[in-house]
């Protein structure tokens, strides 16, 4: 087995030799260096510009207002360039987006931290819980052909249990005779599947459309069940439960749509959505 | 001493302000430094604030110029490729963090479905006790496990065809699910048998699920 890395080294200050050591440092320095650069005009509300060449010579920049703007105010020349003036309005028209960006970047960044220890403690638990005479725990790769088959068998059975079980509780979401249950005209049904005539074709459809979607999805629904809404959690395995997202929603309901579609925000400036992520 | 956790919010308190300012500016020159010199190429910032009269040039005003001058030499299009803003900079980093997130987050819920079925197959929990909404999610990482499991049938299926008569002879015997040595010779087989009828005398029952192998 390789020697893990050191970790974390001391860095000689020279231009690095390793060629791809030396692409990837770029790229995590640059990263890091406009990280800052934000942080800066964030918290302290100072403009400014970061222009970084490529080993490759590709350009990157960053600034605030516009990288434009502030090479200008250096090179203070009075002529504007054209979208200068525009930019100018974007920011005093609405200098709310970014405090709101930020906190959004920040809830997002809990979250994955979250999400990041969650992982280490699942993993954790496989690690303590993993038990010497399981050997169907083991990974699959190492099976022999007899436990191969054998394990199929089983896990098949087991994927008829949990099927029933969610069919069981589509039947008692869904159970079709409740929604007859007072109909005014008493009419029969029809040959035992449950169609009453005289209900409007409409309320039928979305009935069955709701059952549609219910098999899709299998999740428990916003309504209360007819039986209560068991939480079925209380007796199995409670630290499985995943609480962190409680905070994000009220992000959720503010600002479900981060393309801004408030006035005067272009087009052009659309990126695709940063939709808190669904469990 | 851990550091306090910064709100990233623009700071209320003026002396903070300026002392952060102060310090972060510092900060970003010596990154800035860094980069330059590991990477050996051209790097320019411009700091403008309210708490310096003229900007702050870094690495110095010729330098800068030299930057300029490259930068100009660019055609408007590969200037403004990867020229971002506040704006397009966050867009950015939220739709990757999210991104990540999400990946995770969806690793994760894996996870917690594998113990859940590794917990029904040691009869630690039943399905009947599997959360409504976890039941699709088990199932999901039930059929992933089957999958793989038929790939792995297969190959050794084929590897060792000889003796596929004598995997049903094991399969048949097992009561319980007991240690065996991993193993893919024929030898192992008839091992494991011997070592199967030895501990299906051993009380290692399996609660909850129905073992009989009945589709043998």
Known sequence: ?279 | MTRQKVKMAYIENESSRKATYKKRKNGILKKANELATLCGVPVGVIIDSAYDLSPEVWPSREEMDKVVSQWQRLPVMDRTKKMLNQQSYLQQRISKETETCKKLTKENKELEMKEVMFDCLSGKTSPSRIEISDLRGCGNVIEQYLKNLKRRIEILSKNDGASSSSVHAAATTSAAMPIVEMGSSSTAFSDMIRQQQIQSNMNQTVRGLDLNQQQW
Not at chain 1, 60 to 69: C, N, R, T
Not at chain 1, 146 to 157: D, M, N, R, S, T
Not at chain 1, 221 to 231: E, I, Q, S, V
Not at chain 1, 245 to 274: A, C, I, T, V
């Open chain 1, 1 to 279: 087995m390789a020697k893990k890395s050191k970790g974390r080294q001391r860095i000689t200050m020279a231009k690095m030799e390793n060629e791809s050591n030396l692409q990837v440092t770029f790229s995590k320095r640059r990263s890091g260096l406009f990280k800052k650069a934000s942080e800066l005009n964030t918290l302290c509300g100072a403009d400014i510009a970061v222009i970084v060449f490529s080993p490759g010579g590709k350009v990157y920049s960053f600034g605030h207002p516009s990288v434009e703007l502030v090479l200008n105010r250096f090179l203070n020349i009075n002529q504007q360039p054209p979208n200068q003036n525009n930019n100018m309005r974007f920011n005093e028209v609405r200098p709310i987006t970014i405090p709101t960006m930020n906190d959004y970047l920040t809830q997002v960044m809990n979250d994955l931290e979250s999400a990041k220890k969650k992982n280490e403690e699942l993993k954790k638990i496989r690690k303590n819980s993993k038990m010497p005479e399981c050997w169907w725990e083991e990974p699959v790769e190492e099976l022999d052909l007899a436990h191969a088959i054998e394990f199929k068998g089983l896990l098949e059975k087991l994927r008829k249990t949990v099927t029933d079980e969610a069919s069981k509780h589509l039947q008692a979401t869904f159970p079709l005779q409740n929604f007859y249950v007072g109909s005014s005209s008493g009419a029969p049904f029809l040959d035992g599947a449950y169609i009453n005539p005289n209900l409007d074709p409409c309320v039928q459809r979305r009935m069955f459309n709701a059952n549609a979607y219910y098999n899709q999805n299998m999740y428990s629904p916003n309504y209360p069940l007819p039986y209560g809404n068991n939480n079925y959690a209380g007796g199995f395995v409670p630290e499985y439960n995943l609480n962190y997202m409680q905070g994000f929603n009220q992000y959720q309901n503010q600002n479900q749509n981060l393309s801004f579609k408030e006035e005067g925000f272009s087009e052009n400036e659309r990126h695709q959505d940063g939709h808190p992520p669904h469990l």
